[in-house]
Nanobody, 133 residues
């Protein structure tokens, strides 16, 4: 049984920096994966922010390029989102998600064609709220 638990939310002033964490736990964690951060503002559709695959490719939504950095620590099975130069429009509930990897070892495991399509991910964390003022 795999779970994702986000942490690191809270509040920050504009221009500041913060790192969100997403710890994956469970006995069947795959070494092949796609993982992503999404965020949702009340009343708006959830949007993808950053995605990473075990092969290394990374994708960012345009609004966070040059400001956010996604990374994954395989030793601790923890996904991170380093956020710099924060803006009030970054205020949202942040979720991490994973596709749990393939049922068999693949030759390669790139990002999906649309790494920010929610249907690509079948396990989600409970979310962590982050406010920039």
């Amino acid at each position: 049984h795999v779970q994702l638990v986000e942490s690191g939310g809270g509040s920050m002033q504009a221009g500041g920096s913060l790192t969100l964490s997403c710890a994956a736990s469970g006995n069947s964690w795959s070494r092949y994966y796609c993982m992503a951060w999404f965020r949702q503002i009340p009343g708006r559709k959830r949007e993808g922010v950053a995605a990473i695959s075990s092969d290394g490719p990374i994708a960012y939504v345009e609004s966070v390029k040059e400001r956010f950095a996604i990374s994954y620590d395989s030793a601790n099975t923890t996904l991170y989102l380093q956020m710099n130069n924060l803006k009030p429009e970054d205020t949202a509930m942040y979720y991490c998600a994973t596709d749990l990897g393939p049922p068999y070892p693949p030759r390669a495991y790139p990002l999906p064609r649309d790494p920010f399509l929610e249907a690509e991910y079948n396990l989600w964390g409970q979310g962590t709220q982050f406010t920039v003022s």
